[in-house]
Protein backbone atom coordinates (compact mmCIF):
# COMPACT_ATOMS: atom_id res chain seq x y z
CA UNK A 1 0.00 0.00 0.00
CA UNK A 2 2.76 2.28 0.09
CA UNK A 3 5.84 2.29 -1.90
CA UNK A 4 9.01 4.60 -1.07
CA UNK A 5 11.05 5.69 -3.75
CA UNK A 6 13.89 8.58 -4.90
CA UNK A 7 17.06 6.90 -2.60
CA UNK A 8 20.37 6.94 -4.10
CA UNK A 9 23.78 7.93 -3.42
CA UNK A 10 24.70 11.83 -3.43
CA UNK A 11 27.93 14.07 -2.46
CA UNK A 12 27.84 15.47 0.89
CA UNK A 13 25.48 18.96 0.31
CA UNK A 14 23.66 17.36 -1.88
CA UNK A 15 19.82 16.98 -2.28
CA UNK A 16 17.52 13.92 -2.90
CA UNK A 17 13.79 14.22 -2.70
CA UNK A 18 11.91 10.97 -1.65
CA UNK A 19 8.82 10.36 -2.88
CA UNK A 20 6.12 7.51 -0.55
CA UNK A 21 2.90 6.49 -3.31
CA UNK A 22 0.21 5.26 -1.22
CA UNK A 23 -2.82 3.20 -2.72
CA UNK A 24 -5.51 0.99 -1.34
CA UNK A 25 -6.36 2.78 1.55
CA UNK A 26 -7.97 6.79 1.73
CA UNK A 27 -4.76 8.65 1.91
CA UNK A 28 -5.87 11.86 3.15
CA UNK A 29 -7.67 11.19 6.65
CA UNK A 30 -4.73 10.64 8.61
CA UNK A 31 -0.76 11.26 9.47
CA UNK A 32 2.00 10.09 7.99
CA UNK A 33 6.09 9.94 8.61
CA UNK A 34 9.49 9.10 7.42
CA UNK A 35 11.86 7.22 9.78
CA UNK A 36 15.09 5.97 9.40
CA UNK A 37 17.39 3.32 10.21
CA UNK A 38 21.13 1.95 9.60
CA UNK A 39 22.51 -1.03 10.46
CA UNK A 40 22.12 -2.32 13.66
CA UNK A 41 20.26 0.67 14.93
CA UNK A 42 16.61 1.30 15.77
CA UNK A 43 14.24 3.14 13.13
CA UNK A 44 14.55 6.44 13.66
CA UNK A 45 11.78 9.69 13.45
CA UNK A 46 12.77 11.76 10.98
CA UNK A 47 9.37 13.86 9.81
CA UNK A 48 5.82 13.83 9.88
CA UNK A 49 2.85 15.55 8.65
CA UNK A 50 -0.93 16.12 9.55
CA UNK A 51 -3.50 14.60 7.54
CA UNK A 52 -4.57 18.03 6.34
CA UNK A 53 -0.89 18.72 6.11
CA UNK A 54 -1.56 21.72 8.03
CA UNK A 55 0.95 20.52 10.95
CA UNK A 56 4.94 19.53 10.23
CA UNK A 57 7.37 17.88 12.35
CA UNK A 58 10.75 17.10 12.62
CA UNK A 59 13.88 15.70 14.10
CA UNK A 60 16.20 18.12 15.66
CA UNK A 61 18.92 16.97 13.13
CA UNK A 62 17.00 17.76 9.89
CA UNK A 63 15.44 20.83 11.06
CA UNK A 64 16.24 23.34 8.64
CA UNK A 65 17.55 20.65 6.37
CA UNK A 66 14.79 18.34 5.14
CA UNK A 67 10.84 19.45 4.39
CA UNK A 68 7.98 17.09 4.64
CA UNK A 69 4.81 17.57 1.99
CA UNK A 70 1.91 15.72 0.72
CA UNK A 71 -0.06 15.95 -2.40
CA UNK A 72 -3.92 14.65 -1.83
CA UNK A 73 -4.42 14.33 -5.34
CA UNK A 74 -1.49 12.43 -6.16
CA UNK A 75 -1.93 9.85 -2.89
CA UNK A 76 1.93 10.80 -2.64
CA UNK A 77 4.23 12.40 0.38
CA UNK A 78 7.65 13.71 -0.24
CA UNK A 79 10.59 14.23 2.06
CA UNK A 80 12.66 16.89 0.35
CA UNK A 81 16.22 16.45 1.75
CA UNK A 82 18.94 19.28 1.12
CA UNK A 83 22.29 19.77 2.88
CA UNK A 84 22.85 16.42 2.94
CA UNK A 85 24.96 14.70 5.50
CA UNK A 86 27.21 11.39 5.78
CA UNK A 87 25.04 10.91 8.91
CA UNK A 88 21.95 10.82 7.54
CA UNK A 89 22.98 7.82 5.72
CA UNK A 90 20.03 5.30 6.20
CA UNK A 91 17.18 3.19 4.99
CA UNK A 92 14.46 5.56 5.08
CA UNK A 93 11.08 4.07 5.94
CA UNK A 94 7.17 5.91 4.79
CA UNK A 95 4.89 5.20 7.16
CA UNK A 96 0.77 6.21 7.20
CA UNK A 97 -1.54 6.20 10.34
CA UNK A 98 -4.78 3.95 9.97
CA UNK A 99 -6.73 6.18 13.00
CA UNK A 100 -5.88 9.45 13.98
CA UNK A 101 -4.03 8.79 17.29
CA UNK A 102 -2.52 12.98 17.61
CA UNK A 103 0.84 11.40 17.97
CA UNK A 104 3.52 11.13 15.10
CA UNK A 105 7.23 10.80 16.78
CA UNK A 106 7.13 6.86 17.24
CA UNK A 107 7.18 3.76 15.61
CA UNK A 108 4.19 2.65 17.11
CA UNK A 109 1.82 5.16 16.35
CA UNK A 110 2.04 3.97 12.21
CA UNK A 111 -0.12 1.06 11.32
CA UNK A 112 1.78 0.93 7.63
CA UNK A 113 4.49 0.53 6.30
CA UNK A 114 6.52 1.36 3.08
CA UNK A 115 9.74 -0.75 2.01
CA UNK A 116 12.11 1.38 2.30
CA UNK A 117 14.81 3.41 0.22
CA UNK A 118 18.50 3.50 0.38
CA UNK A 119 20.12 6.69 1.02
CA UNK A 120 23.76 6.90 0.65
CA UNK A 121 25.68 10.49 1.22
CA UNK A 122 29.28 10.46 0.40
CA UNK A 123 31.71 12.22 2.13
Known amino acids: QLQASGGGLVQAGGSLRLSCAASGRTFSSYGMGWFRQTPGGERDFVAA????????FYADSVKGRFTISRDVAKNTMYLQMNSLKPEDTAVYYCALQGQYRGRHFYTGDYDYWGQGTQVTVSS
Open 49 to 56: ISWRGSST
